[in-house]
């Protein structure tokens, strides 16, 4: 993704709550299948990580966004923008 698209992903966000919560538990498996099927439904989403410390916070974008395929939009305190392209099938 390049600097454009990424500016405009931004900018559509800007407007979007959160979908999906991180709660006490962390990150589980759970969550990880609700954020793909967020990511299934919209596309383009936010994911609330309150209950992680900065370093969990980090590892934790990281790895939604190896196990999901998406792209990683924006992280700003505790709200990750993420981006997976639907398939056309």
Known sequence: ?????????????????????IGAKGLTEEVL???????????????RAASLDR????NAFDHICARTGAEQVQHIGKIFVLFRKKNDE
């Open 1 to 21: 993704m390049d600097s454009a698209e990424r500016k405009a992903l931004k900018a559509l966000a800007h407007k979007l709550d959160p979908v999906v919560h």
């Open 33 to 47: 299948v609700e954020i793909d099927r967020a990511l299934n439904a919209h596309e383009l989403i936010k994911v």
């Open 55 to 58: 370093e969990q916070r980090d």
